[in-house]
T-cell receptor
Framework: DAKTTQPNSMESNEEEPVHLPCNHSTISGTDYIHWYRQLPSQGPEYVIHGLTSNVNNRMASLAIAEDRKSSTLILHRATLRDAAVYYCILRPNDMRFGAGTRLTVKP | EADIYQTPRYLVIGTGKKITLECSQTMGHDKMYWYQQDPGMELHLIHYSYGVNSTEKGDLSSESTVSRIRTEHFPLTLESARPSHTSQYLC?????????????FGSGTQLSVL
């Protein structure tokens, strides 16, 4: 089974921020938190990853709790193209994806 | 930037045929994976490999087999295709390391068995 839990679905309005949560209470000290997203009819693509500190890149931001048992992927301004299933997994040892969070973006 | 390729993109085949789904990567990655995914459903790990001559079965019971004779190539074979094998098959790879290595996915093969 996947080592992470995420809500099944979330909705957002276009151009508003979206906060996608992930719980990983059994995370080990060496696990990295990775986020991927899967657009319709495509394979998953990398979004962002982090170990302890918050991370920013051109796609998103990753906020990691101080105890590392949860994290939040932040899309600062959701667009219609961000509608996808978002997965968080722990690397390097976790190769199993859960159901992820299906994000719907409303115009 | 993702140098991982799957062929064919779509395959429609009759029951009982032997098929091989190809997956190749040019990044020199040691780790490679096969996932199976039905529409709107979870990704299920069916096979993985940590290097040449290393293959393991994943969680989902699968009648497919894999081989890893070369680092860059990780084909999946179905000896006798059945309608229950109709699904999307996704290949992925990553470098070995401490956990910061990204997973790269191919575009997938959509298999339909009639």
């Amino acid at each position: 089974d996947a080592k992470t839990t995420q809500p099944n679905s979330m909705e957002s309005n276009e151009e508003e921020p979206v906060h996608l949560p992930c719980n990983h209470s059994t995370i080990s000290g060496t696990d990295y938190i990775h986020w991927y997203r899967q657009l319709p009819s495509q394979g998953p693509e990398y979004v962002i990853h982090g170990l302890t500190s918050n991370v920013n890149n051109r796609m998103a931001s990753l906020a990691i709790a101080e105890d590392r048992k949860s994290s939040t992927l932040i899309l600062h301004r959701a667009t219609l193209r961000d509608a996808a299933v978002y997965y968080c997994i722990l690397r390097p040892n976790d190769m199993r994806f859960g159901a992820g969070t299906r994000l719907t973006v409303k115009p | 930037e993702a140098d991982i390729y799957q062929t064919p993109r779509y395959l429609v085949i009759g029951t009982g045929k032997k098929i091989t789904l190809e997956c190749s990567q040019t990044m020199g990655h040691d780790k490679m994976y096969w996932y199976q995914q039905d529409p709107g459903m979870e990704l299920h790990l069916i096979h993985y490999s940590y290097g040449v001559n290393s293959t393991e079965k994943g969680d989902l019971s699968s009648e497919s087999t894999v081989s890893r004779i070369r680092t860059e190539h990780f084909p999946l074979t179905l000896e006798s295709a059945r309608p229950s094998h109709t699904s999307q098959y996704l290949c992925a790879s990553s470098a070995s390391g401490g956990g910061s290595e990204k997973l790269f996915f191919g575009s997938g093969t959509q298999l339909s068995v009639l």
